[in-house]
């Protein structure tokens, strides 16, 4: 039994890489995953990647920010400390909108930043993995998940064929940065 | 699908759309008459609706020049697969500027009388305010010391002065942007994208800190006791967002038509893009003006929403806000509303509309006060302007030798786009 968890192909140019990629699905092989030092247009089509649900989260931050901070106010200049302010009345909306744009702006950009970290891994102080060093430098990685794909010597030919430089079998999923 | 381009394609211009723009027009001249047969106020809210159109005609131009010169200074690629559409506004603007110095002369050069303040005057139909002989006259009977304090800038020298050394910029860099791209096809090369950049450059800064003086000039002095620094802002958000709808409009109605096939959803994506947030932006405006009267309730800001305010503009007054904000948020915020053609289409009709009717609110309560309509001469004017603009624009687009700068430096860029 191969310790091979995950076959990588290892390209230098992407137009290969996207030949790479059609070689595997024409032989019906999964991929699990592609990296790529540069976003490369039409390659979430190619691999069927779903639309990020990012806009519906900041969507959710915003409501957030724009509840929690309509409370305080509303709690303090409201309910406990009414203030006399231009004898305008206590509750009054103009007041209220400024903060609430604000703070709907705030709770959008830092929920994001976080539920970004939080889907990538990639939290402040923790060493980032990936899978190929070389993947967020000059190379463009195919990532093949090794169990049940078999035989492992067919994948490296078709990443050959399709102009792969180097073909790693790797038994560890991530390198780490460390 | 079709995979073959000819970029040798032109515009023709023929068939429903110059029927109905030369129908429109002739609609338009039937309001304009019938507005003074009528006599009266009819004459009055004639006057008004001819600035209201004329200056959204010279807007909706200016937006075409600005949209060429920020996509030229930003080096954007997107937009060169159809920047002869803007091109073709800007073309446009020279006669724009024209129609709004006829306007402005006749409304500026004749006179009405009317009764103020129990008193008979005799005060032109256009800029009363400040136009009226003998405001800034000591000793006169009409004078007033506020205008008397801002005569350097309300006057009618300078008002012409501004008129015309301002549009005539803005018609320079429009023209002289659009002859760029046409040099550009027949001779290649990157020296007149490098011109078009420089161009664009100095057309930014002259139009940053001139626009607002225009819209303080053409609009804003229709109350010349009243102002307001945002004003200018708020003119350019709004000339802005409606000069967006009616590119993304004539996009839509021309890749309808079968012309532009090499634009894709991805195109109107990004003009979606544009509109959404340029709407905010104008919503943001809107509201920093209204909020810092509303707070400082000081009477002499405060009586332009007073008027506002009164029951014959209040309704509109939150139309306007219904159409211009809530309408352009609720309709393209996700990302897939933005990939709809007809969502699109739609959501710009209604900005136009609404932007018009942000004009409206800006101009009428100045002039026609509370004797506001709605009728023949709103519609038929507007129907007029909207025919004019659509004839002279399609016109010049059909002048141009394709529909493509065949040979801009992001073409490439702009038939790959991809978001």
Known sequence: MSKTKFILGCFDDPDNMMQGIDN?????????????????????????????????????????????????????????????????PSFSIPNFVPFTFEWTILFTAFGMTITYFASTHLFPGRAPRVMDLRATDDRFIIAVDAKGNVPHEDITNLLKQAGAVEVKHNERKYVSYE | MKTHNSFEER????????????VFIVIGVLAIALG????????QRTYSNLLLMSYYFVCVCTAGVFFCAYQYVAQAGWSAAFIRIPQAFAKVLPIASLILIVIVTFGLFTTHKVV???????????????????????????FDPIIFGKKAFLNIPFFYGM????????????????KCSENEDSVGGMSNYDKSFKLSCIFLVIFGFTFPIFAFGVIMSLEAHWFSTMFGWYNLAAMHVSGLAIIAL???????????????????????????????????????????????????????????????????????????????????????????TNRMMWTCIILIAGHWLDYYIMIMPGTVKEHRG???EEIGIFLGFAGLFTYLMLNTLSKFNSLVPKKHPFLEESLHHHI
């Open chain 2, 11 to 22: 515009f023709e211009f023929n068939g429903t759309a110059k029927t109905l723009s030369l």
């Open chain 2, 374 to 376: 709605f009728g023949v």
């Open chain 2, 250 to 340: 004539v996009m839509i109605y021309l890749q309808k038509k079968g012309y532009f096939t090499w634009l894709h959803i991805d195109h109107l994506h990004s003009m979606g893009k544009l509109i959404f947030g340029f709407s905010i932006f104008w919503t943001y405006v809107w509201f920093a003006q209204f909020f810092l009267t509303w707070y400082a309730n000081i009477p002499e800001e405060s009586v332009y929403f007073y008027i506002r305010w009164e029951p014959q503009y209040k309704f509109w007054f939150w139309l306007n806000i219904a159409m211009n904000f809530l309408a352009p948020l609720l309709m393209l915020m996700s990302r897939d509303a933005k990939r709809v």
């Open chain 2, 163 to 178: 008129l015309v050394v301002l549009l005539g910029a803005y018609s320079y860099f429009g023209w002289a942007l659009a």
């Open chain 1, 24 to 88: 595997l699905q024409k032989n019906s092989i999964p991929i699990y995953d592609v990296y790529t030092p540069m976003p490369i247009h039409g390659i979430e089509d190619k691999m069927g990647v779903k639309d990020s649900r990012l806009g519906y989260a900041a969507f959710c931050f915003g409501c957030l920010g724009a509840s929690v901070i309509f409370s305080i106010l509303f709690y303090t200049l409201v309910l406990d400390w009414p203030l006399n302010v231009g004898g305008k």
């Open chain 2, 116 to 142: 103020e303040h129990g008193k008979e005057e005799v005060v032109p139909y256009l800029y009363a305010h400040w136009a009226t002989h003998g405001l800034t006259i000591p000793g006169s009977e009409n």
């Open chain 2, 36 to 43: 003074f047969i009528f006599g009266g106020e009819h004459v």
